[in-house]
């Protein structure tokens, strides 16, 4: 083998690992991992199946949905965890607990065990959408403090694959199973936990020099592939709607999906070429002399750095819980769980997801009940899936233009969220001829929409530091909303009007069969408290947007454009030049207390 040969060889190498090693792998690793993680979404696929196998009346659904949204929104502990140890443990402990759940579930569809008690399956349906926050939390905060500055796109990117994660895995299972529904959920235990076992080593916290232009359009380049993704599932949805696909179409439908699924992989390979592209001629045009010197560290056209060094003391935990820092800075926990700004947004997302949550799990009942066919009612979970994705698109990139452009408060764009969402509920609640079409497309959008939009307003109005937790604690007013708006509202409404039905028509409810209703008059009242509810939470949601358009009318991300901080068990060290910051250097300093950071 001759010399070029060997270097050719080399070169091949080190690129294969800085593409392994880099942190565009870890992107798409987290888009494959948010796009499996979306079983919260599929409910409504194989609500029925529960339903019908097990007997159950829609008061004990809608229990088991509860279930469900609380553990998938109970995220304190993988949040308390992530803040201790690297992100791979968070994501273990989700793959495993997603398995077990899941598997129970479709042990007990397939009765391969004796009927669970509802309790048991409350549990399983609990442990199995906890899973999940485990996932989001290792993939999902990595990768916003590997890239504070994108962080609105991010959040919009990563949200919006969990959006579109019921319309590609149903694609994928029926090119397996085909319409036969009772092993959904054996896919959902197996798929999500191998997927994250095989690119566990790709989530971690990574040290970047800077930010920039060159990000924001490797974003948008994974924009558009996620665009195209979108584009082919809903132009699929609306064939399947109107052909009957065999066996082979639908193997030819997944695998088209999968294709475009792996198409970022072509962005992945182009960034980090560039990057070893970089770190290569560095190394090509290093000089040749040695020094004992001190290196400079030099800016954007060589200018060399200002180096200061800032020593910061650790705050207890219990100290200043009601004496905050300004909008912007890192509150600890106590600090932003007791402002003003966490409450009134806490308390109006309990009103708008409260609505959006019921509309979601109930779309197989409310199909049912309007009279709508059983194939129309999956392409229905498969619209919502798609304009969920929509909604999380819309909300990451389009607040940011907003903010950006017309120094919008993001919280106004959260309060006409809500107040979208209530067309929704009032298409449901009145039965329009057709309107659940829409009713979808609208609740589909501004439920997707909502997620990112308070976890970007979460990580700009109380920092990153403790972002692991505070993004959990951004989701326990979903299990809150849903209980009271889904279980003791709709749930109970429902059986109400249904043993009303039975009692007209001399019928006589024998144990163990389900309670179904139907007619416009099962969901009309329930309706009718959501959207009344949810309107209510707008107008709430506008206390935030006062309290907050000082900040938004700055520019909110400038301290991560004019710094950039590293930090080590002791020191921060910052950069600085009058063109910007590009790079800085750390020295460690072991006379200072650990723990001082």
């Known amino acids: 083998m001759g010399a070029a040969s060997i270097e050719n060889w080399v070169d091949m190498k080190s690129l294969i690992l800085q593409v392994l090693k880099g942190r565009w792998l870890m992107v798409f690793a987290s888009f494959l991992m948010m796009v499996s993680a979306g079983a919260s979404y599929m409910f409504g696929l194989y609500s029925n199946d529960i339903k019908s196998v097990l007997g159950y009346d ?167 592939f996620s665009l195209g993704l979108a584009a082919f599932l809903l132009v699929i949805i609306i064939v399947e709607k109107n052909v009957s696909f065999n066996s082979s179409e639908y193997v030819g439908s997944a695998a088209i999906v999968l294709f475009l699924l792996f198409l970022p992989l072509t962005v992945v390979i182009m960034e980090e070429y560039k990057v070893w592209k970089s770190k290569r001629s560095v190394v090509t045009n290093a000089p040749t002399h040695s020094s004992r010197a001190e290196p400079e560290t030099l800016g954007h056209q060589g200018e060399p750095l200002e180096h200061f060094v800032v020593v910061q003391k650790e705050v207890s935990w219990r100290k200043d819980v009601f004496n905050p820092p300004e909008i912007g800075e890192d509150f600890t926990i106590l600090q932003a769980v007791f402002s003003v700004e966490m409450v009134t947004l806490l308390f109006a997302t309990i009103c708008g997801l409260g609505g959006t949550m019921t509309m979601m799990d109930n779309l197989g009942q409310i199909g049912t009940s309007f009279g709508y066919p059983l194939k129309s009612i999956r392409n229905f979970v498969s619209l919502t899936s798609i304009w969920n994705y929509s909604g999380h698109i819309a909300a990451g990139i389009g607040s940011e233009i907003f903010i950006t452009k017309y120094k919008w408060p993001r919280p106004l764009i959260f309060t006409a969220n809500l107040l979208l969402s209530c067309v929704g509920h009032l298409l449901i609640a009145f039965n329009v001829p057709y309107g659940l079409y829409v009713a979808s497309v609208v609740t589909g959008f501004c439920f997707g929409a909502i997620w990112p939009l308070i976890y970007t307003i979460i990580s700009e109005l109380f920092g990153l530091k403790y972002y692991s937790t505070l993004y959990n604690i951004g989701g326990l007013a979903s299990p809150i909303g849903m209980y009271l708006l889904n279980v003791r509202v709709t749930g109970h409404l429902y059986d109400v009007e249904a043993k009303k039905q039975m009692v007209a028509l001399g019928l006589q409810r024998k144990v163990g069969e389900e309670l179904n209703c139907v007619g416009g008059e099962c969901f009309k009242l329930s309706f009718i408290i959501i959207t009344v509810i949810t309107f209510f939470g707008a107008l709430v949601s506008l206390v935030l947007v006062m309290r907050t358009r000082k900040f938004y009318r700055g520019d909110i991300y400038k301290k991560f454009r004019e710094t950039v901080v590293v930090v080590d068990e002791t020191k921060i060290e910052v950069a600085k030049t009058s063109a910007g910051v590009e790079t800085t250097n750390l020295e460690r300093d072991h006379s200072q207390p650990k723990g001082q950071c």
């Open 58 to 224: 829609q008061s004990t659904l809608n229990l088991i949905s509860f279930s469900k949204d609380v553990g998938g929104n109970i995220g304190i502990l993988s949040g308390l965890i992530n803040e201790v140890t690297p992100p791979w443990v968070v994501i273990s402990i989700g793959a495993v607990l997603n398995f077990f759940g899941h598997f129970m579930i479709w042990l007990a569809i397939a009765r391969k065990i004796p009927k669970p008690q509802v309790w048991h399956m409350c549990m399983y349906m609990g442990i199995g959408a906890n899973s999940h926050t485990f996932t989001n939390t290792g993939a999902l905060v990595t990768c916003v403090k590997n890239f504070p500055e994108s962080r609105g796109i991010v959040l919009g990117l990563l949200k919006s694959y969990t959006g579109i994660s019921a319309a590609v895995v149903a694609q994928l299972y029926h090119a397996v199973y085909g319409d036969d529904t009772k092993y959904f959920t054996l896919v959902v235990a197996w798929l999500p936990t191998a997927i994250s076992f095989a690119f566990i080593g790709t989530i971690r916290i990574m040290k970047v020099s800077r930010s920039g232009s060159n990000e924001l359009k490797a974003f948008y380049h994974f924009l558009y």
